[in-house]
């Protein structure tokens, strides 16, 4: 439910709304396993939709795909509701489905150039040297044109760096061959983790997560991360990238009205686990600015200690389920969570936060000045739509009837740099043979001069192709692709 100028959380001694003016300055919803994160996740998603603002959020446990349908309150939804003077309407959010594996959904794809390194390395967990070969084998595709659509492209662009990598360190440093060797049985790896279905075309167009119906609701973008979350590398780099894409694309808006899109980031955890301190800068810049192009943040995790201290700092938007906290370090996230609120004199937020039930959390939300608000214990507000998943055939039906459907099902396979690597070297072996040929006609008196072995001709076009792929680049430099914060293509408005 929408309210006038916001999305209604829920009741403590007053409605507490999340304004639509402040929603692009990011949130956070914490709490542990069954205190009803994914709920305050629906209601969330489900108002933002109902003001007009599109959603996209990762399904991970599978219950979120309940905002498709309408909803069916039992006695006790229906009795919270009229306790707090909500007049509760079933209703259903128009929803698109989206799956990486493109059975739950329609598929979901990046191409390896918009990936980029930094990300590509991230997925991968290269170290410092396997990153920097990486970034070799990309500079030397975009100055060459290749396209890197999908793992077989940059397999082939790998293959080729090892085979000359005394040229092309030459160029940009070294390439050793066992560090390429090193990528690509990383590379198996991710493709049997499922990564062969996240690269290639068509390519998501970030329009299609921005979308309004006929009659001005938001589509709630739902990807469906149930199988996804078990790859948690490939989970957190895909969000992150989608994350910057949005950066790189949207132009500056400022402070809306309301956000052009709000990004929900479930196990967020994920993100920030492991990740080098360059990467996690890039991920800081990233949050910082991106609410000035009309995108908002919300991070849901299970404690705020989750969340590194400068990205924390960015999320004043808070919805804090209940914490345990038995250990060190749940204690640790407990005085973290609780010292991140602004203190109601009322209670101690501390013990607050260890004594909610379920569907009950602390609530502070940004007022019209942009300040947090007094922590408040809050009721949550029963959601409109199901509160539970849809069945198979419900989901196919949403899908069946997806503004986006035909767009995305079918992958293409078009001319890339596998396909061009392949006629060049075909191309090479003919122009070998032929000379060879000329010569052997030459010198049909002399002495027979004895074959040469395979792997030397193969040397021998391999090097001839380098020659003339190094002439092409020396030449090309003005035509060289612009990447991104987080090494994807910056993508034209």
Not at 108 to 134: C, F, H, K, W, Y
Not at 303 to 315: K, S
Not at 466 to 479: D, E, F, H, Q, Y
Request: glycine fraction near 10%; proline fraction near 5%.
């Amino acid at each position: 439910m929408a309210a006038e100028d916001g999305v209604v959380i829920g009741f403590s001694d007053h409605f507490e709304v999340l304004r639509l003016d402040r929603a692009n300055r990011h949130g956070l919803v914490a709490g542990a396993t069954g205190t009803g994160k994914t709920v305050t996740l629906q209601i969330l998603a489900q108002g933002l939709s109902d003001a007009g603002v599109p959603v996209f959020a990762a399904d991970v446990k599978g219950d979120l795909c309940g905002v498709a349908a309408v909803g069916a309150p039992n006695e006790k939804m229906l009795a919270r509701a009229k306790g707090m003077g909500l007049d509760l309407r079933p209703a259903a959010a128009p929803t698109v489905f989206w799956d990486l594996f493109g059975e739950k959904g329609h598929p979901i794809r990046a191409t390896i150039s918009e990936m980029g390194p930094v990300l590509l390395s991230r997925m991968l967990e290269l170290n410092d040297v396997q990153e920097g070969a990486l970034n070799v084998v990309f500079k030397a595709a975009d100055a060459e044109g290749l396209m890197l659509l999908d793992l077989k492209d940059l397999q082939a662009a790998l293959t080729y760096a090892s085979e000359h990598s005394k040229e092309l360190g030459a160029q940009y440093g070294a390439v050793a061959p066992a560090t390429v060797a090193t990528i690509q049985r990383k590379l198996l790896v991710l493709e049997n983790q499922g990564g062969t279905n996240l690269f290639g075309e068509p390519a998501l167009q970030l329009s299609d997560l921005m979308r309004t119906e006929p009659g001005g609701r938001g589509y709630v973008n739902v990807l469906a991360a149930d199988r996804l979350i078990n790859s948690p590398q490939l989970y957190a780099t895909f969000l992150l990238w989608l994350l910057s894409e949005l950066f790189e694309d949207l132009p500056e808006v400022g402070d809306p009205a309301k956000p052009r899109l709000v990004f929900f980031f479930d196990e967020a955890h994920l993100l920030f686990r492991d990740a080098p301190s360059g990467l996690l800068q890039k991920v800081e810049q990233v949050v910082r600015l991106i609410r000035s192009k009309g995108v908002g943040v919300y991070f849901i995790t299970q404690n705020p200690a989750d969340i590194p201290e400068t990205v924390l700092g960015q999320l004043g938007n808070r919805v804090q389920h209940a914490l345990r906290a038995y250990t060190p370090s749940e204690q640790r996230g407990l005085k973290a969570a609780s010292d991140s609120f602004r203190p109601n004199p009322a209670f101690d937020t501390a013990e607050a936060i260890q004594g909610l039930g379920v569907g009950e959390a602390l609530v502070s939300v940004l007022d019209e000045k942009g300040a947090p608000t007094v922590v408040q214990k809050t009721l949550i507000r029963p959601p409109a739509s199901r509160l539970g998943p849809l069945t198979p055939d419900e989901r196919a039906n949403v899908v069946a009837q997806s503004p986006v459907r035909g767009i995305y099902d079918v992958a293409k396979d078009r001319e890339s740099a596998f396909e061009v690597l392949q006629q060049r070297a075909k191309a090479a072996a003919a122009a070998a043979a032929g000379e060879e040929a000329e010569a052997a006609e030459a010198k049909v008196a002399a002495r027979p001069r004895a074959a040469a072995p395979r792997s030397a001709s193969r040397q021998g076009m391999g090097e001839a192709f380098a020659k003339s792929l190094l002439r092409t680049i020396g030449s090309t430099v003005g035509r060289e692709l612009i990447r991104g914060v987080l090494g994807g293509l910056k993508r034209r408005r």
